[in-house]
């Protein structure tokens, strides 16, 4: 990747009453469901650092993840606290409370120094004229030819349309705000917070000039976005790859990257305000396009992961054999059993053709290796089965409903399992993220 042009820290130009804790220009969030692989997901980040890239861990977990799993916050930062002493990692990590919201905010709110504030259930609510109309006068610049360095068509976006969106999304924006002042007023310490804003939960995506007035909706409500997650074209379902046009993927993050690099020169957001990539997991098909895209504009990146290491972790017990390996062949079984409940809170984010779920009968026969050759992603392995992966990303609630069996499996067998997640990790993500 060629030299960064990134921001050393900047002090934005609006003045906030909270102190800001700057991120660094890469940032790989990882989800660590049962607090037990941060060890091994750090290792993945120093393999990297070892050849000559530094990217910054953030270990993410959302309110709905906490609440089936039945863990607190402060596990998170336990764990990862522990994975750094341990291995002496010497640069920054952050904990991000994910797509947190006013009512399940607080609990985060000691335990985490990153808060990715969820307004998606706002957008579409309409802002009450009067401010609509406000918005409108007090940016006029947005009006018209809109030109943009980097971007090969110049934006032509007409009065009534700004007025649209402003309609859309600034009652989205005002609680972005609200949400932030809370948090602030909360975390008063010297120490900082870093503010994510979210709208990647709802169904339609936000094109580059909507990504635009957002932006500088935001910072009329004087939010230090650090990181935005818009919701991207195509389909980004669980634990498996991309699913929709390459090219237009490609246009779309090129012309989010030109929109952010815009808003921050002329509406004095944060020096470092980075796109958020809330990838589900594992859109391998994207990483070579994120990657080029970022080397030519020198921008950085926040990629959001979740539910990867957890399907590492059966895996690893699969390899293991034994008791390890019926744990996981009884999970699958159960997993076939609730499909609907399962897959319910998730239905459009993932993609399940049940008839190619194998019966549990056949899992139970299968071996270890078998096992994993079904679950690892490995696109274009003979046996790799995106049905029963999707359906198995979902089913990590069924681990937690076995408390220490669970647990006391992935300890005994930490070896193995802690082999594959790093391996996951480095070389399916990291790597042809970051180094090609
Ligand atoms: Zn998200």
Redesign the pocket.
């Known amino acids: 990747m060629p030299p960064a042009r990134w921001p050393c820290v900047r002090l934005l130009r609006r003045s906030h009453s909270a102190p800001v804790l700057v991120l660094e220009r890469f940032s790989f969030g990882v989800g660590d469901r049962f607090a037990h692989q941060a060890k091994a997901q750090l290792q993945a980040f120093l393999q990297l650092q070892s050849q000559g890239v530094q990217v910054i861990p953030v270990w993410n977990k959302s309110n709905r993840e906490h609440t089936f799993i039945g863990s607190e916050p402060q596990s998170v930062r336990d764990a990862a606290q522990s994975a750094v002493l341990h291995l002496k990692w010497p640069h920054a990590w952050h904990v991000d409370a994910?797509?947190i919201r006013l009512q399940t905010v607080d609990r985060f709110l000691a335990p985490s120094d990153f808060f990715?504030i969820?307004v998606a259930d706002s957008i579409g609510q309409p802002a009450p004229a009067d401010q609509v109309a406000a918005f409108v006068k007090r940016h006029p610049e947005l009006a018209g030819v809109c030109e943009i360095p980097g971007i090969a068509k110049p934006f032509v976006i007409t009065a009534a349309e700004v007025a649209r969106v402003a309609t859309q999304y600034l009652s989205a924006v005002r609680e972005a705000g609200e949400i932030f002042r809370h948090i602030a007023s909360r975390k008063g310490g010297k120490e900082g917070f870093i503010a994510e804003v979210?709208m990647?939960?709802t169904d339609a995506p936000q094109t580059p000039p909507e990504l635009l007035i957002i932006l500088v909706a935001l910072a009329d409500e004087g939010v230090p976005v650090q990181t935005i997650?818009p919701k991207f074209t195509g389909r980004f379902n669980k634990g498996v790859d991309y699913v929709g046009d390459l090219k237009r993927f490609r246009r779309e993050f090129n012309d989010d990257l030109a929109v952010i690099r815009h808003a921050i020169a002329r509406y004095g957001l944060p020096a470092n305000l980075k796109l958020s990539v809330?990838s589900g997991s594992d859109k391998f098909s994207l990483y070579p396009i994120i990657r080029e895209s970022l080397g030519r504009a020198g921008a950085g990146l926040h990629i959001?992961t979740a539910g990867t290491t957890w399907l590492e972790e059966l895996i690893g017990l699969a390899e293991s054999g034994g008791k390890a390996l019926q744990l996981a062949q009884e999970i699958y079984a159960q997993a076939l059993e609730h499909v609907d409940e399962l897959c319910g809170p998730y239905a459009t984010v993932i993609d399940i053709d049940r008839t190619r779920l194998p019966s549990a009968i056949a899992v139970r026969q299968w071996t270890g290796d078998q096992f994993a050759s079904a679950l690892r992603h490995i696109p274009g392995h003979p046996e790799f089965n995106p049905h029963l992966r999707q359906l198995l990303h979902v089913a990590f609630k069924l681990a937690a409903k076995q408390g220490r069996r669970y647990t006391d499996l992935l300890k005994a067998n930490e070896a193995v399992v802690a082999r594959n997640v790093t391996q996951n990790l480095f070389e399916r993500h990291l790597k042809p993220l970051f180094l090609g």
Do not use: I, L, V
């Open positions: 994910d797509h990715t969820d979210s990647d939960e997650a809330h959001k």
